[in-house]
C-alpha cells in the first residue's frame, strides 16, 4: 500500500476512536490510557479548578506536571480536551503560556468551548489551541527554540513516525529545555498485524514501541540520557484484547529528556556532587528528578556528569549547589547498566537511593 495512504487512514481511525466512538474516559476498553497514577497533594486543587466536561474525556496515561512551572512556555502534544493545558495554565502562571496541538476537531472543539471559562476561573487568558500532526510540527506557526517544556500524555505510540515527533520536539525546545511526557511501552515489538486492530491501537497498545527502539529513536533525535520518571505495568483485563495481545507485556512510563548537547552517551564519573537547598514547589524534602534520583534536601549527593549538567544547565539550577567540576575523569559512573528499566509500581520510585547515576 501506498505509504501515504497508510498514513491517512491510521490517522482517521485513531480521530474517529477519540472524535467519535469515545464519549468518555469510561468507553475505555483497558486502563493503557488511564492514569492511575495518584495526583500528589499539591496539585488536587490544580485539578480540582478544571472543567468537569474536560475532566471526563480524560485519556492519559502518566502525570505530565514537572517541577517550576512558573513563567514558562508549554506545549502539549495531542492535547485531547485539555485537561494538561489547563492544569500546565495554572502552574504556569500569568507570565506563562500553554498550546496544545490536536489533530482531532471533536476533541478540540471541547477544548476551546471551555477556553473562557479557565480563563476566568483562574484571572489570566494563558492558553492556546492548533489543530495539526504531532509528527509534523514544522508546518504548525511555532518558532524553533521557542518552548521551554513540552509535554504529552498518551499520545507518541498513537503516532504514524514516532521519531519524527521525537525530532520535531528537539527543534522547538530551546537548549535546556525539557521533553516531559508519558506513553505506553511494549516489551518487545509488536507484531504489524496486531497494528492493524483499530481498537488495539486505539487503546496505545499495538501502536506502542518496544521500550529499548524508544531509546534508540529517543538518542538519535538527539535526546542522548532519556529519564524515566515513573512506570507501572498495565492490566489488561478485557478478554478479547487479553487474548489478541498474548504475551506482550505493556507498561505506561514517564520519561524526561533534556535538549542539552553537552550530554555524554553514558554516565560518567568526575567526582562531582549536588546539594538539594529545596524551594521548589511540592517538593520541600526532596527533589525527584527521576526514578533513580531522589535528592534530598540538604544533603551531598554523588551524580555523574549528565546529571550535574541536568541540574547546573536548566530551570533547576538555581536550587542546587554544585560541587566539583569535569577536570578529572574517574571513568564509568558506577551502577548505570542498560537492563529493562521498568520495575513495577509507580510508587517504587519514591525510596529509592540515588545509587545509580
Ligand atoms: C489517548 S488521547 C490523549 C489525550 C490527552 N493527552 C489526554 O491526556 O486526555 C490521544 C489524543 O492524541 C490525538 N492524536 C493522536 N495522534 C495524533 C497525531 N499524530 N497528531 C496529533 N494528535 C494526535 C488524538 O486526537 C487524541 O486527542
Redesign the pocket.
Known amino acids: 500500500m501506498n505509504e501515504s495512504i497508510a498514513v491517512d487512514s491510521l490517522?482517521q481511525s485513531?480521530?474517529d476512536y477519540?472524535?467519535r466512538q469515545l464519549q468518555g474516559t469510561e468507553d475505555l476498553k483497558t486502563s493503557a490510557?488511564c492514569d492511575a497514577e495518584n495526583v500528589p497533594d499539591w496539585l488536587k486543587p490544580v485539578f480540582s479548578a478544571i472543567h468537569p466536561e474536560v475532566l471526563a474525556?480524560?485519556?492519559?496515561?502518566g502525570l505530565v506536571a514537572p517541577a517550576l512551572l512558573d513563567g514558562r512556555r508549554i506545549l502539549?502534544?495531542?492535547?485531547?480536551?485539555g485537561?494538561?493545558v489547563y492544569a500546565l495554565a495554572q502552574l504556569a502562571g500569568s507570565e506563562g503560556h500553554v498550546t496544545g496541538?490536536?489533530?482531532?476537531d471533536e476533541?478540540l472543539d471541547v477544548a476551546r468551548t471551555h477556553q473562557d471559562w479557565h480563563s476566568e476561573r483562574f484571572g489570566f487568558a494563558n492558553t492556546s489551541f492548533l489543530k495539526?500532526?504531532?509528527?509534523e510540527l514544522e508546518a504548525l506557526p511555532l518558532d524553533p527554540g521557542s518552548f521551554d517544556v513540552i509535554v504529552?500524555?498518551?499520545?507518541v505510540n498513537?503516532?504514524?513516525d514516532k521519531e519524527a515527533v521525537l525530532r520535531g520536539v528537539f527543534r522547538l525546545l530551546e537548549p535546556g529545555g525539557e521533553f516531559y511526557f508519558s506513553d505506553v511501552y511494549a516489551d518487545r515489538r509488536v507484531p504489524e498485524a496486531l497494528r492493524e486492530d483499530a481498537v488495539l491501537y486505539g487503546e496505545?497498545l499495538s501502536g506502542a514501541l518496544y521500550w529499548n527502539d524508544f531509546l534508540t529513536l529517543a538518542k538519535r533525535a538527539g535526546f542522548a540520557d532519556p529519564r524515566l520518571v515513573t512506570d507501572r505495568p498495565l492490566d489488561i483485563t478485557n478478554a478479547e484484547v487479553a487474548s489478541k495481545i498474548g504475551n506482550i507485556r505493556f507498561h505506561s512510563a514517564t520519561y524526561r529528556m533534556f535538549k542539552l548537547e553537552s550530554l555524554e552517551s553514558a554516565c560518567e564519573d568526575y567526582g562531582q556532587a549536588v546539594v538539594y537547598q529545596g524551594g521548589v514547589a511540592g517538593q520541600p524534602e526532596r527533589f525527584l528528578l527521576d526514578k533513580h534520583h531522589e535528592i534530598e534536601t540538604g544533603k551531598v549527593f554523588p551524580v555523574c556528569g549528565n546529571t550535574s549538567r541536568m541540574l547546573s544547565e536548566t530551570r533547576f539550577s538555581p536550587h542546587f549547589q554544585f560541587l566539583g567540576d569535569f577536570s578529572r575523569h574517574y571513568g564509568i559512573f558506577a551502577g548505570c547498566g542498560t537492563e529493562v528499566p521498568f520495575t513495577g509500581q509507580a510508587e517504587d520510585a519514591i525510596g529509592q537511593g540515588g545509587s545509580c547515576c
Request: with cysteine; aromatic share 12%.
Open positions: 490517522r485513531v480521530s477519540y472524535g490510557c474525556r480524560y485519556y492519559g496515561c502539549d502534544l495531542g492535547c485531547g480536551t485537561r494538561d496541538v490536536d489533530m482531532t476533541q495539526g500532526y504531532i509528527e504529552s500524555n498518551c499520545v498513537l503516532a504514524a496505545c
